[in-house]
């Protein structure tokens, strides 16, 4: 639990990182370091990308499974952990 | 009388009518003959007077001939009004055809009169109105007869009681005459209305997606059910363990967030450290094609942990199934400066974190991983004690450790290495120490039982004189009992598991401490070792006298042979710089001299090659370590002919040092 901790903060002390938000199975986030509705405008347009891809992955192989996806912006790098019943978003700026 | 008219006219020939010849007239009787127009009547039907013969104006003057012809006039039965041409139309043949027979009635007279035939059905209702009292009378009249002639009276009683019945009968008969309705009308209940409503049940949408991953994820669950209940059907099933389950089920959400969390950790280092990645995996130097014989090596990650600031690193070992994790051992090579050490594992992948880290009591002074079970590694301590940590459990503590009682050595432990599994299939594993023991540890169950493999002294023979020191050790990598042993007095020895009394040989090697022995890992025959003597020498086991002398100008810290060349090797020095050597392409000097750290002062202790990348490590005694990466050059392969294939693979590599070694002794011998 306190490792768990540790890690998001080492996360969030990185450079470049904006924000963490952790989000439920259903799509409701449960830990954030952004706003409240920036959190919950991107925990659920993600929450929607990873299903999507998830199921896309699963489908061609039903033995495979996604491990993460990276979305690249102009502006930013928006990267997704999912997990059985959760996923890590994490948006970074890695040009700073 | 239309029938009177024709009746006149149709008289016999031989009659005839007065008036009538010669002109025509119509006459008039007073009995309202109608008219008969439609005969012979044209015109002019005025009344005239019967007897005066008038000739009309309007007569047809006929001639005499004309006037004695004779008309026959027939009497026929024949209604002279009746239409002779009524057409009915016939369905059968669509048409309208002449009906043959024309009614032919013709009524003169009719008159409505109210006589009743006494049979009739109406006349009867009169008399049975009528009846009763009639036949009161009657039966009054026939029973004074009755008494004159009773059987005639009884047939007739019988008679009349038939008439009464049938009478009485016939006033049931019901008939569209005579037929009444009688109609009654019961009461009618109330009506009353009873309702009664249930709770409706429970309702629930449900949605769901049927994908092929979403049937495989069932079918997986099913059997991982199955084969639980077959193992519950085995094994006796414990409450206990349940009730743990639950617990860690209720406990706090985050904890399942762990393995997400690093995965993210690490792509946001990578993110962070994107050139540094790209480097690692593309870059190649492109400016070796023009350096010959130099090479150069690139800086890549730098790891470090805040709370091993002020130790120095005193081993380094990477995992032979896990590329990209190695491990560090933290400590002090400073006598006066003794305190606490820690075990710290770095994954490429993380440069910012270490993915295991042990503090440990006293500072380590060694490590090695297990090469088939990567999760046990081996530490030896400056204490003297040694500890096998499981990686796998998340106690901070290790899963065995010595203590003074269990066999201990007195002195630091400088090097610990892996044995194959003995014959029980425990594993096992050596170490050196100061104080001239090499101890063979076994790890049965939970405790390290000790065996003393050998013990080293000053003189040739054991248990002679003082114990020498054991700084450094290393087996052969295919002779499994042969092993080497570098002391502090500068000299290695050659021993073999079997005989523990005695050496297999000797050789004077440095000045000072030999810091760093290690066999070569293709050629079966060469070795190398450093000293702080400033000296890097390469041995043929079987010479005694070393191959190759290399002075590097400061205290040489470790060496390691490269896995991909026989000839490739790198020293690191207190100076801060690295060596490389390639001998295959230069036998007298290095092809690499680069200084790593940032500060002159800072020594490097330790150098280990990535077994499958082309990286190196270098640790410090700031407690850094430092990945770098070895340029084309450096990695050189010998190069092919054209039209030839040369073969790959040890035996390559082995060739290749023979070659030079056959080079080097061939002077000896002219020498000799």
Redesign the interface.
Known sequence: MAEVEETLKRIQSQKGVQGIIIVNAEGIPIKTTLDNSSTVQYAGLIHQSVMKARSTVRDIDPQNDLTFLRIRSKKNEIMIAPDKDYFLIVIQNPSD | DSVKDSRRRSRATESSWPGRQGNQYTIRGVGGDEDDGTEIGEGGDEWMHGKTLIKPPDQLDLTEAELKEEFTRILTANNPHAPQNIVRYSFKERSYKPISSVDQLAVHFFLEGNLLHRDSDEARRQKAKQGLPDEKATVVTETEDEKLETPAAGGEEAGDVEEGGGEDGEQKLTNQFNFSERASQTLNNPLRERGCQTEPPPRASFSATA???E???VYLEEMQKQEKNKEKAKAVPKKEDDKGKKKLTL???????????????R???Q??F?DIAQDFRYFEDASDEFREQEGTLLPLWKFQYDQAKRLSVTALCWNQSYKDLFAVGLGSYDFTKQGRGMLVFYSLKNS??PEYNYPTTSGILCLDIHPDRPYLVAVGFYDGCVAVYNLKEERPEPVYKSSSKSGKHTDPVWQVRWQKDDMDNHQNFFSVSSDGRVVSWTLVKSELVFTDIIKLSLVGAVSEGPEACGTSFDFHKQINYLFLVGTEEGKIHKCSKAYSSQFLETYDAHNMAVDAVKWNQFHPKVFISCSSDWTVKIWDHTIRTPVFIFDLNAAVGDVAWSPYSSTVFAAVTADGKVHVFDLGINKYEAICQQPVVAKKKTKLTHIEFNPVYPIIIVGDDRGYVTSLKLSPNLRSKPKEKKGQELPRGPEVEIAKMEKLLSLLREPENSKA
């Open positions: 994908n092929q991953w049937i495989y994820d406990s706090d959400d985050l904890t399942k967030v762990a393995k997400v969390a690093k995965i993210i950790e792509m946001v280092n993110n962070t994107d910012t974190y």
